[in-house]
């Protein structure tokens, strides 16, 4: 017999230990002339518990969901961890960096990462000679 079904039998109350989980999130990555757009499914993390960073050209975007007992509650049987999510970028040099922007909605988080004036298309103008 194992632990949970013992536990089960017995009616011991589960301990739910906050063991986290790191998940890589899934990301897609879109091009326009003028930005790169990542997006980032992060379910259950939180605006407070996001944190995008960029160092040496390395971007990092972490986030947790951490895990509440509800009050008043004991629990029987726990599945539910909470999760850390973790992924990380190495940045073009055609990114500028210090204008990244980015914005999370239902989990989701959407960054938005503009290419250098450098970098994009230009139209050149032909004169008549």
Known sequence: MNEVTRRNDAREPAKREEQK??????????????????????????????????????????????????????????????QR?????????????DAIEARIENGVVHLVLPKKETHRPRRIDVKAA
């Open 21 to 82: 989980e790191t998940l890589v999130p899934a990301v897609d990555i879109f091009e326009q002339s003028n930005a790169l757009h990542v997006i980032a499914d992060m379910p259950g993390v939180s605006r407070e518990s996001l944190s995008i960073e960029v160092d040496n050209n390395i971007l990092t975007l972490e986030g947790e969901v951490r895990l509440d007992m509800p009050e008043g509650l004991s629990a029987i049987y726990a599945e539910v961890r909470a």
């Open 85 to 97: 999510f973790m992924r990380r970028f190495t940045l073009s040099h055609e990114i500028e960096a």
